[in-house]
């Protein structure tokens, strides 16, 4: 009994099945990442289906007592908010969309997010652009392929693309899109250029 | 542009993490905590049956789960952090009340290009 599956398929899935329930569900993410008041949760409900729901995560991590020397370093339990939304991409397709909280303190969270996505939508203001930059740290350590989206804020319009790559320090032709969280039509538009990047760099 | 992404010291608490992935073969249990965030689940037969006596958190995720529901989305139905929510999926799917939908990725960790692919058509005729 070989248990090597080639398709990786991660564990035993579909034990028990009703007899015609559908058996080739299959569930994909794509994180939306960015800092405070960047349009995550927008994005997420332009796109969504459903109302985005909201869901708790609790981390355990250590606190490192920066505020006060004295402390010893403790395990301390956050809980963090993180919402997300559905969109049906085909009879067993189902895309999930979760914001997250962009702070590299929450990389904890993000490892355990970022495991099995398509990739991530890294949104950007540009009248804030440093919010974004842990973000863009952590999906080009993990590998993770990611787009970056700038948020059209106003006064943020008649930047150039490569100005803006440049201060991002992504390479040139990195793919980036503009968007307006606010609207469907713009927002798939930016998870196509997503996917089609993670498509290019599948092998 | 005044800021510069190369012009700051790294992020702070930069933790290296090894790249993970699904490995082919690897031998786990489906109640371990690797289930992911999005998991799909769906009700058993068995499971719809035994709902009504069930107790009220367990018998809410089993008739939810007549439509596939994610992890995290019975969180938030639940109104409960997502650990506990796999804890109770966990359970139930250990039972057969519930048949769970894991991800497919390759070897890489990643998505199979063939999904890719389906999410792609499925976002252009959006
Ligand atoms: N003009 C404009 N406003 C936007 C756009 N996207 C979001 N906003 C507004 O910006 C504000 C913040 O948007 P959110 O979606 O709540 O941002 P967020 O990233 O989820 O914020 P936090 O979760 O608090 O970090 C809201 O008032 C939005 O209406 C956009 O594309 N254009
Ligand atoms: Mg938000």
Redesign the interface.
Known sequence: M??????????????????G??RD?????ILVAGGFGVGKTTLVAALSEVPP??????MTSLSDGVDDASIVPEKTTT?VAMD?G?VT??DS????L?GTPGQ??F??MW???A??A?GAVVLVDLRR??DC??A???FE???LPFVVALNAFPGTDG?DDD??R????VPPGHPLVHVDARD?ASC?RA??VL??H??AR?? | ?S????Q?P????????P???????R????AGS?M?????V?????G?AKAPGMPPEARAIVEASTE?Q?L??I??LLG????V?RVLVSDL?AE??????????????????E??????????A?
């Not at chain 1, 397709?93 to 999930?96: C, D, F, K, T």
């Open positions: 070989d248990s090597v599956h080639a398709d990786g398929r991660a564990g035993t899935a579909t034990t028990g099945v009703a007899p329930a559908r569900l299959l569930p994909l993410k729901l909201s869901t708790e995560q609790q809980t997300f559905r991409i085909d397709l189902v895309l999930y979760f590299s303190r990389w904890f490892d355990e997010l495991r099995g398509v652009i440093d930059f842990a863009i740290d952590y350590n993990r590998g930047v100005l803006v440049d201060a991002l320090a469907d798939t998870l196509i996917v089609e993670a498509l599948s092998t | 542009m800021v510069d992404r190369r700051r790294q992020a702070e608490g930069g933790r290296v993490v790249n993970y992935a699904f490995t082919a073969g031998t786990r249990s489906l690797d992911p965030i999005e998991a799909l769906t009700a058993t037969e068995m719809l596939p994610s995290a989305e969180g938030a409960v952090p997502i650990g929510a799917a057969d009340h519930l048949a769970v939908h894991l991800p497919l990725v390759g070897t890489d960790g990643r998505p199979r290009r999904l890719l692919e389906r999410l792609l058509d499925g976002l252009r959006r």
